[in-house]
């Protein structure tokens, strides 16, 4: 028996997929028949569905309007009063639906209303009476002495984010948690200031615990309908802040700041004291008050940051925290920036000095700012990068006792999880990520790319799909859905998500999967053009200089001095994280290239006890052994590979495999 029947029409149903994904993040089962054919008499199958569960959902739509079988679907909910219903379009709805208000939909998923999210979960909960189950917050452990090694983490280019700031605020989720009362607080966008800090004050409110903040400013809209909402607007040198609260429909707080005698950290820290304190739950952690001239100047940081990960844009970050840390030595936010976006340069050049720079902001900063869990979480970043799990479990462990909806702490810990070889209380994690973020897609993308490595390519496709739904920019999402199309063997809607993704922005990983395209179809020779022209990008990519290896092998060109050089660049990333399966099993496919048997058998034996699940690691594993003649270990290989979700299509046509 489910929780929620989804009514919708076929025609609508690449707009219902993200949000039965929404509803099942949630906790909540759902049955939605998605093979079901207009005209279809109303089956036994369906009416049983349909008696047992506790909420129907249904999406309007001129298709839908038009269903007899959307309108027997809906009826038997509204004859239940359990229906919940959903415009996806301005149509006029039958008599018998007009009196049940609906959620305004229009335009989802492009247009994804937090406010109108928050509205349909709750009336689904309130029909299901059945909140959603929410683990409780990990415990905060003794923290470990601050030695990193000099360790590393190779990503896939193009396939890494994370945040450091909030980019959006959760939505509203029932909680289950035993003696937690959730506060709900809706910020809006400060009236007539002209560097409105509504957004910082709302990222300050977002770290509280048990309070669940809606940011305006974040591109989330709608009027308020529980908890609190915090309005402010300016009126000469005062900023007058006022705090209702929607359901006694009262102001509960009022008070001014002088904005001319305040800097603007300071006021918008002062303001978010004033709030916290009121809902009873204080801010725990110190910030150093900085000149409104540098605290601009780090706004502006944060938000290159959260731009695309281009070189340029992470460097003009790295530039403009330098600058306000250089100024304010003791602002351990500029710090905190600081070590994200090494980070983040680090990920793409794969340089030790940017991973060095990381560590020595990051440990900066929270000597500046213990106890704040933004910092907590970069810190913790920065050990998972390095492979030292237990470490980065500890601090987002840290950063989630003093703010346990921070998702970007939620993702990180996912992760760590999954590295543990613990996939299903990863994925936990990231539902949990999902539930308090429905409209954020990196909840939904970082879990995509978990399901890609692990060879489960149609949940891959599922969580990519969902996604693009939610992101501005879609060329790096088209991209790895073809990937992950390419390797169940869809190749039709591999080349049309690349063509698209190469349209939409022309990049090194689009360039990548281009290659890889011409590989498996034959074209050697085309494919090294392009993996050159990918190098050109970015020359410190070990794995694409050992993709022009392949190519120049198999097109009759010498391939020693690609795959040199990916040996070079590779083994330097080992000095920085000797335990990355995916690098260790690159190098011993390079060193079977060039000969070194011996090193590449060690480096086989090695990437096989890091990462055996790892469909990466295995392709690797393959290549090497069918490079050291070793056909019978290649097969055995390849057939763990098949288990594991290879596509046996792509085995077939990869020249590494011919015997």
């Known amino acids: 028996m489910a929780d929620v029947f989804v009514s919708y029409a076929r025609e609508d149903y690449r707009k219902v997929v993200p949000f039965v994904a929404i509803l099942e993040a949630q906790g909540w089962s759902v049955w939605w028949d998605k093979e079901i054919s207009p005209g279809l008499s109303f089956s036994k199958v369906i009416e049983k569905e349909l008696a047992q569960v506790s909420c129907v959902v249904v999406f309007w739509s001129r298709h839908a309007v038009s269903s007899d079988w959307v309108h027997a679907e809906a009826s038997e909910g509204m004859e239940r009063n359990i229906l919940v219903p959903i415009l996806l379009e301005d149509v006029k709805l039958p008599l018998v639906f007009r009196q049940k208000q609906s959620a305004n939909f229009f335009g989802w998923p492009r247009n994804a209303d937090q406010e109108q999210i928050q509205q349909v979960l709750s009336a689904i909960s309130e029909a299901i009476d059945k909140p959603a189950p929410v683990a409780a917050p990990a415990s905060r452990s003794q923290r470990s002495s601050y030695v990193i090694l000099l360790l590393a983490l190779f990503v896939v280019a193009g396939l890494t984010f994370y945040s450091y700031y909030p980019t959006s605020t959760p939505a509203t989720v029932a909680e289950s948690r035993p003696g937690n009362t959730i506060t709900y607080l809706t910020v809006h966008q400060f009236q007539n200031m002209e560097n409105d800090v509504a957004q910082e004050v709302a990222d300050y409110l977002t770290l509280l615990n048990d309070v669940q903040v809606v940011s305006e400013s974040a591109g989330n809209s709608g009027r308020p309908t529980r908890g609190y909402s915090l309005q402010a607007i300016q009126t000469g040198r005062k900023l007058l802040v006022s705090l209702f609260d929607n359901a006694e429909q009262r102001t509960q707080l009022e008070f001014a700041v002088d904005i001319d005698q305040t800097p603007l950290n300071a006021a918008a820290r002062m303001i978010a004291d004033r709030i916290a304190e009121t809902l009873g739950k204080p801010l725990g952690f110190r910030q150093e008050v900085v000149t409104n001239e540098l605290y601009l100047e780090y706004l502006e940081a944060r938000e290159v940051l959260r731009l695309p990960r281009t070189e ?224 050109e990008i970015n020359q410190s990519d070990y794995r694409m200089w050992m993709n022009a290896g392949e190519a120049a092998l198999h097109s009759g060109v010498d391939p020693a001095s690609y795959y040199r050089q990916s040996v070079l660049l590779g083994e330097q990333q080992l000095q920085i994280n000797p335990d990355d399966a995916e690098i260790v099993s690159a190098m011993a496919q390079s060193h079977a290239a060039l000969g070194d048997s011996a090193r590449a058998l060690q480096l086989i034996n090695q990437s096989l006890l890091l990462g055996s699940g790892n469909v990466y690691v295995l392709y690797d594993v393959a290549v090497a052994y069918s490079r050291l003649g070793n056909l019978e270990a290649m097969n055995a290989t390849l057939k763990q590979m098949k288990n594991n979700g290879y596509s046996a299509v792509l085995i077939e046509k990869d020249a590494n495999f011919k015997q």
Request: charged share 25%; with cysteine; net charge negative.
């Open 312 to 535: 340029a844009n992470v460097s003009r970050a790295i530039e403009l925290f330098s600058d306000v840390a250089g100024q304010a030595p003791r602002f351990g936010e500029a710090q905190g920036g600081l070590c994200h976006a090494y980070i983040a340069s680090y990920r793409i050049k794969g340089g030790p000095s940017d991973f060095e720079n990381a560590e020595k902001h990051c440990f900066r900063a929270i000597r500046l700012s213990d106890n704040n869990p933004l910092i907590e979480a970069a810190t913790a970043e920065l050990y998972r990068t390095s492979g030292q799990l237990a470490e980065a479990s500890q601090h987002f462990e840290n950063a989630l006792r003093i703010s346990p909806y921070l998702t970007e702490a939620l993702r990180g810990l996912a992760l760590v999880r999954i590295k543990e070889n613990n996939f299903d209380e990863g994925v936990s994690l990231f539902r949990r990520a999902q539930q308090y973020e429905p409209g954020n897609w990196r909840n939904y993308y970082k879990l995509a790319e978990e399901y890609f490595r692990t060879g489960r390519y149609a949940e891959a496709v599922t969580e990519w799909n969902i996604a693009k739904a939610f992101v501005e920019d879609k060329s790096l999402v088209t991209s790895d859905l073809g990937a992950a199309y390419f390797m169940l063997g869809d190749f039709e809607n591999a080349v049309e998500n690349w063509e698209v993704s190469l349209t939409l922005k022309p990049g090194f990983a689009a360039m990548s999967n281009l290659g890889s395209a011409y590989y498996f179809r034959g074209d050697y020779q085309r494919a090294l053009e392009i993996y050159k022209q990918a190098i």
